[in-house]
Every structure is written in structure tokens, then in C-alpha cells.
């Protein structure tokens, strides 16, 4: 069983991250809330055994919900962090995978983002240059 995401240091990371991006007045308040919430989720035997990848992205969607004016989602610096170490690929990565013509071929990442669905979108790059979009959901 994986531990909480909650107690790991990537995640008191996420905190000082966000506060600086939100300057919001009752931000420890707001936090405390959201990380209550998110324990009484992150706690139950279904939740423990779904996958770093899934909880973290679970957890941006509430903090984007709790503040909804700022897009977290889209703010590079928080996005690199959730995403490292989670088994998401990274940018620069090469990997074989089908492209849009169904034709297998090794691909480098080139950018990687976040939806407003929390998946991940990922633009790839073949060889000879042709770049292509694929959205991931864990």
C-alpha cells in the first residue's frame, strides 16, 4: 500500500507552491479544509490502493475547486511537480508508441500539460519531426 499523500514532503512542496500563486487572505484556513476533505477521500481502502498518479491529480481537482480563479491545472511549476516521480513521462522521454496514421514509431515528449479534464496531454514528436497530440487518463 502506497503512503498518504498527504504526509510526503512533495506535498508540503504543493503547499508552498500554491500559497504564493493564490495570495488569498485566509489561505491556511482554505488549505486546512481542502486537506481535511482530501484525508476523508485519501484514507478509505479504495483510494489507498489507487495509484500515486491517480491521488495526486485527485488532489489538484480539489484545490482547483477551492480556488477556482487561478488555474492551478495549468501552472507549469505545479504540474512538474505532481507529475515527477508518478510514472507520467517526462518531457524529453523516448518511447515506441502508434501514431494518428496507426504506424508504430518511436517518439519523444515535447510538451506535457494538463486538461481541465485532469488528463494528460501530451504532444509527441517522431523522428522526422511530425508532432501529434494523445490525452492520457490514469
Not at 502506497?2 to 489561505?27: A, C, G, H
Not at 488549505?31 to 491521488?55: C, G, H, K, M, Y
Not at 475547486?65 to 512538474?80: G, K, M, Q, S
Request: with cysteine; glycine share 4%; charged share 30%.
Amino acid at each position: 500500500m502506497r503512503p498518504l499523500f498527504s504526509k510526503t514532503p512533495l506535498f508540503r512542496k504543493l503547499k508552498e507552491i500554491v500559497k504564493k500563486r493564490v495570495n488569498y487572505p485566509d489561505f491556511e484556513k482554505k488549505w486546512q479544509i481542502v486537506t481535511e476533505e482530501f484525508s476523508s477521500w485519501e484514507l478509505p481502502q479504495p483510494a489507498r490502493n489507487t495509484s500515486d498518479l491517480n491521488v495526486r491529480l485527485e488532489f489538484l481537482q480539489s484545490l482547483c475547486a477551492a480556488f477556482p480563479d487561478f488555474n492551478l491545472y495549468r501552472d507549469a511549476e505545479i504540474v512538474n511537480l505532481l507529475l515527477s516521480n508518478s510514472g507520467a513521462r517526462n518531457l524529453g522521454e523516448t518511447f515506441m508508441c502508434k501514431t494518428p496514421f496507426q504506424w508504430t514509431e518511436e517518439v519523444k515528449v515535447v510538451r506535457r500539460e494538463l486538461t481541465g479534464r485532469f488528463g494528460i496531454l501530451y504532444t509527441l514528436e517522431t523522428r522526422d519531426g511530425f508532432r501529434f497530440t494523445q490525452e492520457y487518463f490514469d
